[in-house]
């Protein structure tokens, strides 16, 4: 059995990689519900829908996110009522981007939510709709936001990430609501029976971040400090996709696959970096982590899987 | 000034030939919100929504709602889900089809309404953004719901609408909430203030129905009844379109042109016929309405324009 923390792409590849090499019963994806949100009275959950769009083969590489061939005519239209907002309102914005058929996705969860259905019901219907056979859980079912401190006060992560492009310097970062959260059902026995335990190379302040503020996830990652492998999302000093370098800078971490592993040595027995990165090994193990060099940029599924068997060793 | 009280397609209709023959800002609208409903989360206003789209010229005639040149993929894509949900859930139902730019509509309702907005503003917003300029005022803010009694039970309407295609057998209606709503600002003042009050061509028992029982409504009109002119929906023994024959049939009320003179008498002055029902004008007038008889067969906006000057009067 093996559980891999995730945050959205970086995550969604690698467990693309890892049911071409493992049984994906075999596999629990646990996922960050920090970025989650509530949009024109629907309520998203950006990792959540990447991880089974990509494992679906649905998601629009290129992109990067949402759905391949998908329509904007809602979107388009919404923009019309735009002007007619009152001042302070927020409706009828259309800075975060919603497919035709990724609203679908939003429809059928705030409509189950709507039902009293716990988010972690919800995530698995969904994900079995696509044709998913992992174990796919959302960190939890209760409410946290991943709140970003900037320079004129404190945003909301998609407001960070999606209306200022990540391009905004942070002071700070809060998971709103995480101190009352409990891990969804499962999360913690998937932490507790795995072989091993994936931290994915997803962001590893706003990512990883929240799932290790869920209370009860840190502490069971700790007494697991062995099996627990994680994944440098800082490769050649800059992250491959997202601010994660320039978040890690920000709250004065070395942005390097060393800074990453500063930043997980408490919890991870192994840190798996890229070739380009070889150098960093001994640093890294300087520090109590068994380093794994490999290469770790999933342009394709084959690299995703060799990576994921490397991760795991075996 | 005039004032009038409105369903969908037909009081629509009737609106888009006033605006041929009158200042638009000398016209109120009261629109029917028993029919309104959520959907996935969303908050949906069909009879607002039919008129904003028909006098903004964009509503798809032959279907008879939604917009023209609509597209479904949000419908088709959450067709997906359906299979998945647990038994009891109604999430992930296509039964109800919201085209994807028709969904923008109720996106931007929704999102204003958890805002914090009133009904009323938010429908005034939307009527901007289509261009309309006659004030559009939904008949209350508050939460009123048509319940359907049939066989089998009590159900939504739009389930008895849309979900059974309005083919059962009614034993009754309810407007659930009604005791509670208050008249929209502006709606009492338009039916005090205005020369004529109109009761549009709309299904007497659940268009116009919910209005009347609407506390106030129904007593401002009882001191105008000179001024208040019905339309009959009723044309040679038939609804135009919806099911308004059979459930007079159904509550025991003639299905004439003088079964809709029964049912408004108390109310209007006039009742106004259709050129096919001259013949009931002299039944109509023994009940002590006025009856003027016309084409109100709106199979164009001319018609439409004849018909409302002739229920105007001038």
Redesign the interface.
């Known amino acids: 059995m093996i559980a891999v923390l995730c945050g959205g792409v970086g995550a969604a590849r690698l467990l693309a990689g890892m049911v071409r090499a493992w049984p994906a019963s075999d596999l629990t994806a646990v996922v960050n519900t920090g970025d989650d949100t509530?949009?024109?009275?629907?309520?998203i959950s950006p990792d959540l829908d990447t991880v089974t769009y990509t494992l679906a083969g649905a998601i629009d590489r290129e992109r990067g996110w949402g759905l391949q061939g998908e329509?904007w005519?809602?979107?388009?239209?919404?923009g019309?009522?735009t002007?007619?907002?009152?001042a302070g309102?927020?409706?009828?914005g259309t800075w975060f981007n919603l497919g035709?058929?990724?609203?679908?996705?939003h429809?059928?969860r705030?409509?189950?939510?709507?039902?009293g259905?716990r988010l972690s019901?919800i995530s698995a219907?969904?994900a079995?709709?696509?044709g998913l056979r992992l174990r796919l859980l959302p960190m939890t079912d209760d409410p946290v936001r991943t709140m970003v401190g900037v320079a004129d006060g404190e945003i909301g992560f998609q407001e960070y990430f999606v209306g200022r492009r990540h391009s905004v310097p942070i002071t700070g970062v809060r998971f709103a609501g995480v101190e009352a959260a409990r891990p969804a059902a499962g999360v913690l026995a998937a932490i507790d029976e795995s072989d091993v335990i994936v931290i994915a190379p997803s962001n590893p302040v706003v990512s990883i971040g929240p799932l290790l503020a869920v209370p009860g996830v840190r502490e069971a990652l700790l007494g697991r400090r062995p099996q627990v492998v994680a994944v440098s999302p800082i490769v050649g000093g800059r992250a491959l996709k997202g601010p994660a370098d320039r978040m890690l800078g920000e709250l004065g971490v070395p942005v390097s696959a060393a800074g990453v592993a500063r930043w997980y040595r408490d919890l991870a027995g192994t840190l798996v970096i890229d070739t380009v990165d070889g150098a960093l090994a001994p640093e890294v193990e300087a520090m109590g982590l068994r380093c794994v060099v490999t290469d770790t940029v999933m342009s394709e599924p084959g690299v995703a899987g060799a990576l994921a068997r490397a991760a795991v060793g075996r």
């Open positions: 509530m949009l024109h009275g629907l309520a329509t005519a809602a979107m388009e239209a919404l019309r009522y002007p007619e907002r009152p309102s927020t409706a009828g035709d058929r990724d609203l679908a996705t429809l059928y705030t409509h189950r939510l709507a039902e259905a019901e219907e969904i079995r709709a696509w």
